[in-house]
């Protein structure tokens, strides 16, 4: 079983930055995809950023140009840096990892922008 350890959510104010990390806890696995997904209260779940093995970026367009996606394949780590943050970024963050055969969820972390 793959664990997905996040880190890096806060509070922070308008305009600031912030930059998540995803851990997965283990390796010797194949992985297609990283990326981070957003559920804000009252809202579903969102795609907010995807990077394939290849590097192969994908990115919602309320956060196209202030968000950036990377990844550490040695470490099997993904990060997500994110500037110029509005309130309407507030939400819980979750971090996808997905494999030939399964896809893992992270516990989520709270991201905070105060206007």
């Known amino acids: 079983q793959v664990q997905l350890v996040e880190s890096g959510g806060g509070l922070v104010q308008a305009g600031g930055s912030l930059r998540l990390s995803c851990a997965a806890s283990?390796?010797?696995?194949?992985?297609?995809?990283m990326g981070w997904y957003r559920q804000a209260p009252g809202k579903q779940r969102e795609s907010v950023a995807s990077i394939a093995t290849y590097g192969l970026t994908n990115y919602a367009d309320s956060v196209k140009g202030r968000f950036t996606i990377s990844r550490d394949n040695a470490k099997n780590t993904v990060y997500l840096q994110m500037n110029n943050l509005k309130p309407e970024d507030t939400a819980v963050y979750y971090c996808?990892?997905?494999?030939?055969?399964?896809?893992?969820w992270g516990q989520g972390t709270q991201v905070t922008v105060s206007s």
């Open positions: 283990k390796s010797g696995f194949s992985i297609n995809a």
């Open positions: 996808k990892l997905v494999t030939t055969y399964n896809a893992y």
